[in-house]
């Protein structure tokens, strides 16, 4: 749930962005991956049951920390 607040609050600042911010793209493209691979293994864990697909959730961890320290570092160097 926070992580999708996390997204909506990256396009917001996109948008008032007046040069491209990469720590910006960045945090939203490590967003997506995180919610991709944290949720998905666990959804595809629990609905086959398939054991291995347990040691990618971590994966997903490491991308939504990377996502909020890009966040991070684009807020504090963004400019109007």
């Given at each position: 749930?926070?992580?999708?607040?996390?997204?909506?609050?990256?396009?917001?600042?996109?948008?008032r962005a007046e040069v491209p911010q990469t720590f910006l793209v960045?945090?939203?493209?490590?967003?997506?991956?995180?919610?991709?691979?944290?949720?998905?293994?666990?959804?595809?864990?629990?609905?086959?049951?398939?054991?291995?697909?347990?040691?990618?959730?971590?994966?997903?961890?490491?991308?939504?920390?990377?996502?909020?320290?890009?966040?991070?570092?684009?807020?504090?160097?963004?400019?109007?």
């Amino acid at each position: 749930m926070y992580h999708a607040l996390a997204l909506l609050l990256v396009a917001l600042l996109l948008t008032r962005a007046e040069v491209p911010q990469t720590f910006l793209v960045a945090s939203g493209f490590a967003f997506i991956v995180g919610v991709a691979l944290f949720s998905g293994s666990l959804y595809a864990l629990s609905f086959s049951g398939i054991k291995w697909l347990g040691a990618i959730t971590p994966l997903g961890g490491v991308a939504f920390m990377v996502g909020w320290g890009c966040l991070a570092v684009a807020a504090f160097s963004f400019k109007y």
